[in-house]
């Protein structure tokens, strides 16, 4: 049964919706947040008709870098929620370049202090401590800015051709 008008109206909404071009997050400071950005960054690049294999490394590098202002920035390590911290922002485009190209930015900034997980190991085995080797290798560059007002992170994807009209 094909779907109703108000049903193609509602696709198309939030077709047009998810293809803005800014993504824009204001993620609270609960574990939740980084499946939210996750699911959401997913949906903007397809709007934008980005490679499923971009998404996937996009995807990968935006969760760490949310984590990690959970984690790090406002020491949250259980699966809780911290309704007195300044929420975890993020806010992503799409830049399109001289010859058609284009590559996206992606920055995450957090209002918290730096401080190591409480259960952090330091022995070479540990499987802890990874998240800025991870976002590096999914991304073109990753550039970390820590000041006494919180953590910016910016990660910038590599070029991936005009999409195909």
């Known amino acids: 049964m094909p779907p109703s008008s108000d049903q193609d109206r509602r ?10 071009a800014t993504l824009q997050l204001v993620l ?5 947040s980084p499946s939210i950005a996750r699911d959401r960054l997913r949906r903007w690049l397809t709007a934008h008709r980005w490679s499923p294999a971009h998404v996937d490394d996009l995807v990968l590098a935006l969760n760490e870098a949310v984590s990690n202002s959970i984690e790090h ?4 390590t259980a699966p809780t929620r911290d309704d007195s911290a300044q929420p975890v922002e993020v806010h992503g485009r799409v830049v399109t370049e001289s010859d058609g190209a284009r590559h996206v930015e992606l920055t995450v900034r957090d209002r ?6 409480a259960d952090a190991h330091s022995s070479a085995g ?3 401590g990874h998240g800025v080797t991870i976002m590096r ?4 560059e990753v550039t970390v800015d ?5 953590t910016t992170v910016v990660l910038r994807s590599r070029s991936v051709p005009p999409p195909l009209t």
């Open 73 to 76: 920035g406002h020491g949250l």
């Open 126 to 128: 540990s499987s802890r």
């Open 112 to 117: 918290g202090s730096w401080r190591a997980p």
């Open 11 to 20: 696709l198309e909404h939030d077709r047009s919706r998810a293809a803005e």
């Open 137 to 140: 290798a999914c991304v073109e």
């Open 146 to 150: 820590r000041t006494d007002d919180g």
């Open 28 to 32: 609270d400071v609960d574990w939740v």
